[in-house]
């Protein structure tokens, strides 16, 4: 497993995902949606920042990197996540994104072919 630890002393207050903007309490829903599948931790911007890593570092994992492909490579990434997370009443477990148990398994058909 990897833990990121942030020192974060500035200001995330939007990301940008194939042109479009999404403000912090989006991306924070979205985390919530696609990568926790609960409630943030903290509702704090360091918080965010240290999901976005989790979401962007996937080397030697494809499980993590199945994520990241559904999540931020898609041309139309708002189909999995980034709708859910502009409908605040959504619960993160409601969420059709996939757990990542269920992306490891995938993962795993690739680890044995390769």
């Known amino acids: 497993p990897v833990e990121h630890y942030i020192t974060h002393n500035g200001d995330f207050d939007f990301y940008r995902v194939h042109g479009q903007s999404y ?14 599948h609960e409630p943030m931790p903290a509702p704090v911007d360091s ?13 030697a994992c494809f499980g993590l990197s199945l994520r990241y492909a559904l999540a931020l490579a ?3 990434p708002s189909r999995l996540g980034w709708a859910a997370a502009q409908q605040p009443q959504l619960q993160p477990s409601s ?8 992306l490891e398994a995938v993962g795993m058909v690739f680890e044995q072919v390769l």
């Open 95 to 102: 969420t059709p994104f996939p757990s990542y148990a269920q």
């Open 47 to 59: 918080c965010a920042v240290a999901g976005l890593m989790d979401v962007l570092r996937t080397q």
């Open 74 to 76: 898609l041309p139309t």
């Open 23 to 36: 403000e912090l309490a989006t991306v924070q829903t979205w985390l919530e949606h696609v990568v926790l």
